[in-house]
Every structure is written in structure tokens, then in C-alpha cells.
């Protein structure tokens, strides 16, 4: 039985492309400029080029300038990061980001930190993960799958989350270390739990507000989630279900929904949870670096 309340992340994404859509032709009109967001791809995975062309045809919708660069995967790293630099100077393209993983012979940091950091609308280079983690969030670029779950966490609980015990499962750069962040300024009491954490189910119980972003399909059980608390589950598994035939998949999450659910005060779904607000909140960054790229004073924070 299903009693918690579902966060329709595909709703609150819509709402948030709305708004980044007027900024954008508030910006056009006023300011004469098109937000300008270049996406670089090297190689042929599958899923990155889904989702670098959900990013580029939401960028479309908004209104932006909007540029791919799909590199053979054999590019070299001299080739790309010539690429990333002539990106930083082009003063049509206000973000720029390049899609992970890379290749393997190529350096990614090496990559990430030649992004002019006020172009990074990924928040990967160490100069924004600095801002964030020194509490300067106003003025860093947020990356955005955190920043996303942020705003849906908000959406549940308002936006007072002080005194809040949150456990983030998982430490990757991309989601957990940069959601600790987040949810600690925000004064809640921050775990970051991991594949080594003792007593993990234990830990997890604690939590008025859990954060799954391990890629484990359906790790966190109906059992960990202390009754009322806020579940966001940001994983994006791919399983067989070869009860539906030969070949056949189905998208779960980092935590066992239905289980969870009968918990949790709030869940979010996968799909239409997480995965459409770290677009639009790479939409939301892009509006802000073009902003502040023309010295316009600050937008209305989104979350
Ligand atoms: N690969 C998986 N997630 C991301 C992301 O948020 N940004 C980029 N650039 N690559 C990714």
C-alpha cells in the first residue's frame, strides 16, 4: 500500500522551464542576448547521447542558443581540450558542458578545470565546488542533479529544512558530496553513507530526509526509511525483465519503491522524480551565467 506522497518531479521541472523560459526572453528582449549553452560529447554511449540530446532540445525549448560538439571517441585530449578553449572565449556561449564519462585515455579533471568556471554550468570545476563548500552558494554554479533534488525536497517538506537529520547514500563528486553540501546549508545534520558504512540499514533509519545516489539497483529496502521521512532517489538503473520477453528493460531506482513508499512521507519516482529537474536545473545555471556573464544583478533565486 502506497501512503506516502509522490513528488512529481516531471511537474516541478515543467514549472522551473517555464520560468527559465521568461528569463530567457527577458534576456533577448532587454538585453539583447540568447543564452547560449554549448554541450560536448565524445563517443557513442548510449545513455549520454539520450540525455545530451534531452539537454539540447530543452535548451531549444527555452529559448537559448544551443550548440553540440558530438567528437569521435578516438578524439584526442589536445583535440578536446582546444575545443573546451575556444568554447570559454566564444562570447555567444555563456555554458559550457561536457558530458561524462569520458574516453579513457582522456584526463577528465584535466578537462573539468580548463571550463572558464564562470561558464560551468555543470558546478564540476574546483572553483565552484570551493563556493559551495565554503557556503558562498549565492555566487557558485550549483551542479545540477543535487541542486534538482534540492528544490523537490523543498517541495515536500517547504522550505525551513533546519534541524532536519538528511543521510546521503553515496560520495561521487557528480550528486553526494555536493547534496552534503547543500543540505548542510541549509542547517540540516548531514551523513554521507557509502559502500563502507557500518550498519548502513541503521544509519539510513535516522533520516527525516534519505538521498539514494549510489547506482545500485533497488538497494535501500521499505525497512531502512524511517516512517514519515522524505525519500529522494536519484539512481537511474536499467534491469532485465525477462518476464516480458527476450531483451526487455524497465528503469529502477536506487531504493525499492513500493516498499519504500509504505514508509516514507514523500518519495520521489523513477522515472519523473529526479532525472527531468537535473535539466532543467542545467537551464536554470545556464540563465545565470549568461546574467552574470553580462553583469545583470542576480535572478530570483530558483530553489
Ligand atoms: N554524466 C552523468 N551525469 C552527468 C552530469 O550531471 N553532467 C555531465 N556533464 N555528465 C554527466
Not at 549565492?138 to 537529520?165: E, Q, Y
Not at 529537474?277 to 545583470?296: D, E, K, P, Y
Request: charged residues 20%; neutral net charge; proline residues 6%.
Amino acid at each position: 500500500m502506497t501512503t506516502a506522497q509522490v513528488i512529481d518531479g516531471k511537474a516541478v521541472a515543467e514549472s522551473v522551464r517555464e520560468e527559465i523560459t521568461r528569463r530567457s526572453k527577458d534576456l533577448l528582449d532587454n538585453h539583447g542576448t540568447r543564452p547560449g549553452l554549448a554541450v560536448v560529447i565524445v563517443g557513442e554511449d548510449p545513455a549520454s547521447q539520450v540525455y545530451v540530446r534531452n539537454k539540447q532540445k530543452t535548451a531549444e525549448a527555452c529559448g537559448f542558443h544551443s550548440v553540440k560538439h558530438a567528437l569521435a571517441a578516438e578524439t584526442s585530449e589536445s583535440d578536446l581540450l582546444a575545443l573546451v578553449q575556444s568554447l570559454n572565449e566564444d562570447k555567444a556561449i555563456h555554458g559550457i558542458l561536457v558530458q561524462l564519462p569520458l574516453p579513457g585515455h582522456i584526463d577528465e579533471s584535466k578537462v573539468l578545470n580548463l571550463i572558464k568556471p564562470e561558464k560551468d554550468v555543470d558546478g564540476f570545476h574546483p572553483i565552484n565546488v570551493g563556493l559551495l563548500t565554503a557556503g558562498e552558494r549565492s555566487s557558485a554554479l550549483v551542479p545540477c542533479t543535487p541542486a534538482g533534488s534540492l528544490v523537490l525536497i523543498k517541495r515536500a517538506l517547504g522550505t525551513d529544512l533546519s534541524g532536519k537529520t538528511a543521510v546521503v547514500v553515496g560520495r561521487s563528486n557528480i550528486v553526494g558530496k555536493p547534496m552534503a553540501s547543500l543540505l548542510l546549508q541549509e542547517s540540516c545534520t548531514v551523513t554521507i553513507a557509502h559502500s563502507r558504512t557500518k550498519d548502513l540499514p541503521d544509519v539510513v533509519r535516522a533520516a527525516d530526509i534519505v538521498v539514494a545516489a549510489v547506482g545500485r539497483p533497488e538497494m535501500v529496502r521499505g525497512d531502512w526509511i524511517k516512517p514519515g521521512a522524505t525519500v529522494i532517489d536519484v539512481g537511474i538503473n536499467r534491469v532485465p525483465t525477462p518476464e516480458k520477453g527476450e531483451g526487455k528493460s524497465r528503469l529502477v531506482g536506487d531504493v525499492a519503491y513500493e516498499e519504500a513508499a509504505a514508509h516514507a512521507g514523500a518519495i520521489t519516482p523513477v522515472p519523473g522524480g529526479v532525472g527531468p529537474m537535473t535539466i532543467a536545473m542545467l537551464m536554470a545555471n545556464t540563465v545565470t551565467a549568461a546574467r552574470r556573464q553580462l553583469g545583470l544583478p542576480e535572478a530570483e533565486p530558483i530553489f
